[in-house]
């Protein structure tokens, strides 16, 4: 039943979600509703954050090393991901020519066995064509480690932004990787498959929670969503403010969630573009990743810029990302935020400031600090950044900074 058929255009989209009624939108959201069954309302308490201003706010000591910082040739890099897998660190991220997501774009990789010394990026998969010889676009997804195997993913677009893949790739060493495996499943992930307390494997994508109890993360990957299956047919960059229109919702994208000793996962949203108002969104699932509530705004800043949630060893959970609200799309600082009860964040700190210059403009190449993505190591916090979606560097922050 789901993504039968590939959208035809992301122009004929646009012009389509005009010509739909009032009733027929609220006919779609009440049978929603309904079939969300407990789902259908977030929490009545507010996950919020103190985050006002950095002056006064605690820098922590941070190692940190530039993974990837382009002299010639492919000048966008985005997207990135970090793991350890058996004895050495291994990034990946989006890597193109100039531009963001224009097609050409590339997934590669680097190698370091001692977080200061990276490999050359070497090429982990190319964009496939259409049948029009037009290259496609690839975006890194993230990581899953399954005992001595670690595995890759990466989604695949059309210049229409249409024909929406996920794909895998295995490797047993980090360095000689396996084919692709196509996932079957319409999503561009904005994380690669993070595990809830039942084991089920989740993937975050812009308007989609893809989850599977395949523990290799390869296979029976089936598909929810806040949204209605009515309402949209692939979740990639172009496709998450037509639904967001009929909702009456902001543009809501890039998910990231937690879940709470009460079995709830609770999952963060980004509002873009016209919908920015500083602040993020939440939906909820209560039964295991199955459905999610209609969402609702929160009181927990935002730069208008993807984030990461996760939990330390001692329970508490933390947010890395850009909570600032004065400095639109900026994304500086780097900031970690910590709660005990995964409500309120009220303990905030530093991570970075400093100030990358660009080496060669390109489209929407900005933000100091994009797209985090974090892992905890061996007592350390592991944060990877694109800086001005150009060059790619690591952090590495010992968790007794935090006590």
């Known amino acids: 039943m789901w993504f039968a058929n590939p959208l035809k255009t992301e122009d004929s989209m646009y012009k389509n979600q005009f010509l739909i009624t009032g009733r027929t939108i609220c006919i779609s959201l009440?049978?929603?509703?309904?079939?969300?069954?407990?789902?259908?309302?977030?929490?009545?308490?507010?996950?919020?954050?103190?985050?006002?201003?950095?002056?006064g706010l605690v820098k922590l000591k941070a190692d940190s090393s530039f993974i990837y910082i382009p002299v010639t040739g492919w000048f966008y890099s985005h997207h990135p991901y970090i793991c350890?897998?058996?004895?050495?660190?291994?990034?990946?991220?989006?890597?193109?020519?100039?531009?963001?997501?224009?097609?050409?774009?590339?997934?590669?990789?680097?190698?370091?066995?001692?977080?200061?010394?990276?490999?050359?990026?070497?090429?982990?998969?190319?964009?496939?064509?259409?049948?029009?010889?037009?290259?496609?676009?690839?975006?890194?997804?993230?990581?899953?480690?399954?005992?001595?195997?670690?595995?890759?993913?990466?989604?695949?677009?059309?210049?229409?932004r249409t024909h929406t893949q996920l794909f895998a790739m295995s490797t047993a060493d980090g360095e000689h990787w396996g084919h692709p495996v196509d996932l079957h499943i319409p999503v561009n992930p904005n994380f690669g498959p993070e595990p809830l307390v039942s084991g089920r494997l989740v993937i975050c994508g812009n308007i989609s929670f893809p989850y599977t109890d395949d523990p290799r993360g390869l296979s029976a990957w089936k598909m929810s969503s806040f949204y209605p299956d009515s309402l949209f047919k692939e979740d990639n960059p172009a496709t998450f403010e037509s639904p967001a229109v009929k909702s009456g919702l902001p543009p809501l994208c890039e998910a990231s969630f937690f879940?709470?000793?009460?079995?709830?996962?609770?999952?963060?949203?980004?509002?873009?573009?016209?919908?920015?108002?500083?602040?993020?969104?939440?939906?909820?699932?209560?039964?295991?990743?199955a459905h999610w509530s209609f969402p609702t705004e929160t009181g927990f800043t935002d730069n208008?810029?993807?984030?990461?949630?996760?939990?330390?060893?001692?329970?508490?959970?933390?947010?890395?990302?850009?909570?600032?609200?004065?400095?639109?799309?900026?994304?500086?600082?780097?900031?970690?935020?910590?709660?005990?009860?995964?409500?309120?964040f009220n303990q905030q700190f530093i991570i970075a400031r400093s100030v990358y210059k660009l080496n060669k403009p390109g489209l929407w190449k900005e933000g100091q600090y994009g797209y985090?993505?974090?892992i905890i190591d061996h007592g350390y916090l592991i944060v990877i950044v694109s800086r001005l979606k150009e060059a790619v560097e690591i952090f590495r922050i010992d968790l007794q900074e935090l006590k």
């Open 372 to 374: 985090p993505h974090s």
């Open 304 to 344: 208008d810029s993807k984030f990461h949630f996760g939990q330390l060893p001692d329970k508490r959970f933390y947010y890395v990302g850009n909570p600032d609200t004065l400095h639109h799309d900026e994304r500086n600082p780097l900031v970690l935020a910590l709660s005990q009860d995964g409500v309120h």
């Open 259 to 289: 879940q709470t000793d009460d079995g709830i996962v609770h999952a963060l949203l980004r509002a873009t573009g016209d919908g920015w108002k500083g602040r993020l969104w939440l939906t909820e699932s209560k039964d295991n990743a």
């Open 30 to 55: 009440m049978c929603w509703l309904l079939l969300s069954g407990s789902n259908a309302t977030a929490q009545t308490k507010s996950i919020s954050n103190n985050y006002r201003i950095d002056s």
């Open 84 to 160: 350890r897998f058996k004895d050495r660190w291994i990034a990946i991220w989006s890597n193109g020519k100039k531009d963001e997501d224009a097609p050409g774009q590339r997934v590669v990789f680097s190698v370091s066995k001692d977080f200061f010394h990276w490999s050359d990026p070497k090429v982990l998969a190319n964009p496939s064509t259409d049948r029009n010889g037009i290259t496609k676009t690839l975006t890194a997804a993230g990581f899953h480690v399954y005992g001595d195997t670690l595995t890759a993913y990466f989604g695949e677009y059309s210049v229409k």
